[in-house]
């Protein structure tokens, strides 16, 4: 799936069929659905767990705690724009293989 379908699935009801945790709650996050996406993301112990999880928190104004969980995904907040951001990792956890 490319980015760009990934995004189409986001008129659907559902996320698409066997993606992972992560891109779920990225989905739910696309849709509007903030509590959704964190309900799955804060579960998440691996890196692109912590990652999205940090992005929900940026989108929610809590600079603090996304700092946060950046550091637990290794990363740092990256001078994007949230939208950026989004279309970032979903881009990247679909290039990983399962």
Request: aromatic share 10%.
């Amino acid at each position: 799936m490319t980015p760009d379908q990934f995004k189409a699935t986001l008129a659907g009801t559902q996320p698409p069929a066997g993606i992972t945790a992560s891109l779920a709650a990225l989905w739910h996050a696309g849709k509007g659905d903030w509590e959704q996406a964190h309900a799955i993301a804060q579960d998440l112990p691996t890196r692109d767990g912590s990652w999205v999880h940090a992005w929900l928190h940026r989108q929610e104004g809590d600079e603090w705690n996304a700092n946060y969980w950046y550091n637990r995904a290794g990363r740092t907040m990256p001078a994007l724009t949230l939208e950026q951001e989004w279309a970032e990792i979903v881009a990247q956890l679909l290039g990983k293989v399962d």
